[in-house]
C-alpha cells in the first residue's frame, strides 16, 4: 500500500498568518494516464470532510483562493495564506492513483 | 443541491451483519463511481470500497475484502454496503461519497461491533 506521510501533526498558527502542511508518499503518485491524484481534505469539528484542492493544485468549487497545492511526483503540499477561524480543524491528503486509495494520518490546525 | 443521506448504523454484535444504505439526489447518480469511507472514533479517514456506476467493476481494501459488499441502484439513486463477520475493528462512522477526488459526503452512520 502506498503510505502518506503527512506533517505535522498538529499546526498552530495565529489568526491572519500562514500555514503548510506537507504530504509524502511512499512511491510517485503520477498516474498511467499522466495525471496525478492528490487531494485535500478539511474535516471541521463534528462535521464531514470538505474537498478543498483535488488534482494536486485545482480549487474546489466555493474553496478561498487562500488555500493552494502545489507538489510534484511524491511531495506535495498544502498552504493555507490568512488563516480564519473557520479553517480551523483536521486536514487530510489523500492518494487515489494507486488502490488502496489511502489517506494521511492528519494535521490539525489550531490556534496560537 | 448535491445530498446524500446514510442510514443503517446502530450497535450489532461481532459476527453479526449490518448493511447500510446511502440516498443520492441532487445530481445524476448513475453517471458517478461512489466509495464507503470510514473513520473509527477519534481517528482518522480510511477508504473502504468503491464501485463503478454500473456496479460491473468492485475494489476493496485487504481488511473487509470478502465481509463486506458495495452495490447500487441506479434506478433508486441509492449506494449500499453489505457487512457480514463484523468484528471490534469495524466500528466507525461510514461516510458514503462520489468516487475520486470524494467531492460530496454525506454525513455518516455510525456502526459500533460490541458483546
Known amino acids: 500500500d502506498v503510505v502518506m506521510t503527512q506533517t505535522p501533526v498538529s499546526l498552530p498558527v495565529s489568526l491572519g498568518g500562514q500555514a503548510s502542511i506537507s504530504c509524502r508518499s511512499s512511491q510517485s503518485l503520477v498516474h498511467s494516464n499522466g495525471n496525478t491524484y492528490l487531494h485535500w481534505y478539511l474535516q471541521k469539528p463534528g462535521q464531514s470532510p470538505q474537498l478543498l484542492i483535488y488534482?494536486?493544485?485545482n480549487r474546489f468549487s466555493g474553496v478561498p483562493d487562500r488555500f493552494s497545492g502545489s507538489g510534484s511526483g511524491t511531495d506535495f503540499t498544502l498552504k493555507i495564506s490568512r488563516v480564519e477561524p473557520e479553517d480551523l480543524g483536521d486536514y487530510y491528503c489523500l492518494q487515489s492513483t494507486h488502490f488502496p486509495f489511502t489517506f494521511g494520518s492528519g494535521t490539525k490546525l489550531e490556534i496560537k | 443541491e448535491v445530498q446524500l443521506v446514510e442510514s443503517g448504523g446502530g450497535l450489532v454484535q461481532p459476527g453479526r451483519s449490518l448493511k447500510l444504505s446511502c440516498a443520492a439526489s441532487?445530481?445524476?447518480?448513475?453517471?458517478?463511481?461512489m466509495a464507503w469511507v470510514r473513520q473509527a472514533p477519534t481517528k482518522g479517514l480510511e477508504w473502504v470500497a468503491y464501485?463503478?456506476?454500473?456496479?460491473?467493476?468492485?475494489y476493496y481494501r485487504d481488511s473487509v475484502k470478502g465481509r463486506f459488499t458495495i452495490s447500487r441502484d441506479n434506478a433508486k439513486s441509492t449506494l449500499y454496503l453489505q457487512m457480514d463477520s463484523l468484528r471490534s475493528e469495524d466500528t466507525a462512522t461510514y461516510y458514503c461519497?462520489?468516487?475520486?477526488?470524494?467531492?460530496?459526503w454525506g454525513q455518516g452512520t455510525l456502526v459500533t461491533v460490541s458483546s
Open positions: 464501485i463503478s456506476t454500473g456496479g460491473g467493476s468492485t
Open positions: 461519497t462520489t468516487n475520486s477526488p470524494f467531492a460530496y
Open positions: 488534482r494536486v493544485s
Open positions: 441532487g445530481f445524476t447518480f448513475s453517471n458517478y463511481y
